[in-house]
T-cell receptor, first 114, second 114 residues
Framework: KAGVTQTPRYLIKTRGQQVTLSCSPISGHRSVSWYQQTPGQGLQFLFEYFSETQRNKGNFPGRFSGRQFSNSRSEMNVSTLELGDSALYLC?????????????FGQGTRLTVV | AQKVTQAQTEISVVEKEDVTLDCVYETRDTTYYLFWYKQPPSGELVFLIRRNSFDEQNEISGRYSWNFQKSTSSFNFTITASQVVDSAVYFCALSEDRDDKIIFGKGTRLHILP
C-alpha cells in the first residue's frame, strides 16, 4: 500500500511569488492535514480537509490556503511568499476526520524562499 | 490554552542504554489525546502511540514504553536498550476534543552513539 506522497520534494521560490504544493493521501483516506515545520516555531498545524471541505484551520494568515479534490488529493497554496515561509511542509492523511486520530505523514516539501 | 513542553532539546546516549524523553502538557479540556511521533532524517513523522485522557494504563511495545500520569500532566516515553536506528527527533503532541486542533512540542533530538 503506497504511503502519503508529496510533490515536489524541494522547491526554491523568490519573495512575492506564489507556490502550490501537492499531497496524495493513502488510498482510502479521506482526511488530509497540512503542517509547517520551521526551526524557530517548530511543527504547526495549518489546516485539515475532509470530503473536499476545510474542517479545521490553524493560526496562519490568509496567504495560506488549500483545497481537496474528489479523489482526496490535496493542494496547498501560499501566495505572496515571504522569507519566513521557508520551511518543511508536511502533509498527513487519516481515515477519518479530526486531529485526534492516527495520522500518516509524507516526507514533506522543503520550500526555500530567497 | 493547550501547551506541550518537551524540555529536553537534545539527548545523547550510548547504544544499549535506556533513555526517557519527557513530555509535559497543559489543557483545560477533560477529554484529550496525547501522541508520540518519531521523525527520522528522511523527514516524515512516524506515528508511535495515541492515548486518550481516560486511559492511564502504561503501555509497552517492544523496546518502547510510555508512562501517562494525569496527576503530573506528563506522558513520558522510554526506549530500553537503545539502538542507533532510534536516532531521530521525537515529538509529543496534544489534541483537545473541544476544538479538535493538534499542538506539538518542540521535539527532542535523540542521538544514539555506537
Amino acid at each position: 500500500k503506497a504511503g502519503v506522497t508529496q510533490t515536489p520534494r524541494y522547491l526554491i521560490k523568490t519573495r512575492g511569488q506564489q507556490v502550490t504544493l501537492s499531497c496524495s493521501p493513502i488510498s482510502g483516506h479521506r482526511s488530509v492535514s497540512w503542517y509547517q515545520q520551521t526551526p524557530g516555531q517548530g511543527l504547526q498545524f495549518l489546516f485539515e480537509y475532509f470530503s473536499e471541505t476545510q474542517r479545521n484551520k490553524g493560526n496562519f494568515p490568509g496567504r495560506f490556503s488549500g483545497r481537496q479534490f474528489s479523489n482526496s488529493r490535496s493542494e496547498m497554496n501560499v501566495s505572496t511568499l515571504e522569507l519566513g515561509d521557508s520551511a518543511l511542509y508536511l502533509c498527513a492523511s487519516s481515515l477519518v476526520q479530526g486531529m485526534n486520530t492516527e495520522a500518516f505523514f509524507g516526507q514533506g516539501t522543503r520550500l526555500t524562499v530567497v | 490554552a493547550q501547551k506541550v513542553t518537551q524540555a529536553q532539546t537534545e539527548i545523547s546516549v550510548v547504544e544499549k542504554e535506556d533513555v526517557t524523553l519527557d513530555c509535559v502538557y497543559e489543557t483545560r479540556d477533560t477529554t484529550y489525546y496525547l501522541f508520540w511521533y518519531k521523525q527520522p532524517p528522511s523527514g516524515e513523522l512516524v506515528f508511535l502511540i495515541r492515548r486518550n485522557s481516560f486511559d492511564e494504563q502504561n503501555e509497552i511495545s517492544g523496546r518502547y514504553s510510555w508512562n501517562f500520569q494525569k496527576s503530573t500532566s506528563s506522558f513520558n516515553f522510554t526506549i530500553t536498550a537503545s539502538q542507533v536506528v532510534d536516532s531521530a527527533v521525537y515529538f509529543c503532541a496534544l489534541s483537545e476534543d473541544r476544538d479538535d486542533k493538534i499542538i506539538f512540542g518542540k521535539g527532542t533530538r535523540l542521538h544514539i552513539l555506537p
